[in-house]
């Protein structure tokens, strides 16, 4: 059973006034006084109000929809979620609602507002960093909410993933096990999973005894990034015989840096990077990398909602699906 959400007469009642002027005011802010469009503003908020777009008939029934927030639609790794949770979700007879919102928090918050108002029944999410009204809407809404990706960080409801900080951790430790001393790690985006993995490398480096390097851009992601973060860390740290990237587009445009300089992969360079994609695990040598289910976490995460949403108790709460290190032939 959903939660009651609160209506147009809650916000009313919280504010002294009748329920057209807060109607009045959803529609056009300026057709009431700027003392009452302050307090109105502040009800809406306290009380994590979210406008109905579904029929009134409807607000308290199932809407056979589930909310899918994504930070990129670009990204093959979300690609391949996606395609395990509507793997699940169409054949139960769900319908997908999908938004992106280019890791920007304050997007996600605006993308949430208008998937609530049509009553989705359920909500997967992908980060765990969220605003203030984020929460409380989530809160408000009291539907069953599955957070993918990760399997460490507290969570809101269930979470399915895997742990990106020990993922980074033996990746980079096994970097050093080849015989590797200057090792240094390239990030983009700085999004939370790209600082769990720098965790990660950093641990390593230093349970080894050895200095960690980061070269870090708030960009995104691309094989030319790669590459320039590559000349960045060599011009930088001029003893630098490896690196760990905290994605494969970062590893192979690094790569493909190594053979325009001439340089020899892994005798001069040794590279890995993260998530293990078609293109790296066919190109010669082959990119050591950390294979992630992302696919089957998709599957998993949405059955589990399903489940959920149909009263079950699910545990546990949090669900590590693993990772597996492949060395491939570039470290």
């Given amino acids: 059973m959903k939660k009651r959400r609160p209506v147009l007469q809650d916000v009313a009642d919280r504010v002294g006034v009748t329920k057209m002027t807060i109607s009045r005011y959803l529609r056009n802010p300026e057709q009431v006084s700027l003392a009452l469009r302050s307090k109105i503003a502040a009800a809406l908020d306290e009380l994590g109000y979210i406008p109905n777009r579904a029929p009134d008939i409807l607000s308290n029934a199932t809407s056979r929809a589930i909310g899918v927030l994504l930070p990129s639609l ?4 979300f690609a391949e979620v996606l395609r395990g949770i509507e793997s699940v979700i169409d054949a139960h007879g769900y319908q997908t609602m999908l938004a992106h919102y280019g890791y920007k928090p304050e997007l996600e918050e605006e993308r949430l ?14 980060e765990r960093n969220h605003t203030p009204r984020t929460l409380k809407m989530i809160e408000v809404a009291g539907i069953p909410v599955v957070e993918l990706m990760d399997s460490v960080s507290p969570c809101l409801d269930i979470a399915v993933g895997f742990d990106n900080f020990d993922a980074a951790r033996q990746m980079t430790a096994a970097i050093i096990a080849r015989g590797h001393r200057h090792v240094a790690y390239l990030g983009a985006r700085l999004d939370e999973r790209t600082i769990m993995k720098q965790k990660g490398y950093e641990q390593a480096m230093l349970d080894a005894g050895l200095t960690p390097y980061s070269v870090m851009v708030e960009h995104s992601s691309s094989f030319s990034t790669g590459s ?22 970062l590893a192979i445009g690094a790569a493909f840096e190594c053979q325009r300089l001439g340089l020899r992969i892994p005798d001069d360079m040794a590279i890995a990077g993260f998530h293990g994609h078609d293109i790296g695990q066919v190109m010669e040598p082959q990119l050591a990398s950390v294979l992630t289910p992302r696919e089957r976490m998709g599957r998993i995460g949405a059955e589990r909602l399903l489940a959920r949403i149909r009263g079950e108790t699910v545990a546990p709460q949090m669900l590590d699906l693993g990772f597996t290190l492949s060395p491939g032939g570039s470290i």
């Fill in 113 to 126: 507002e208008s998937m609530l108002s049509w009553n989705i029944d359920g909500l997967i999410l992908t």
């Fill in 228 to 249: 320039e973060l590559l000349r960045q860390a060599r011009r930088e740290y001029p003893q630098l015989d490896s690196i760990f990237c905290t994605n494969d587009d």
């Fill in 74 to 77: 670009t990204n093959q790794v």
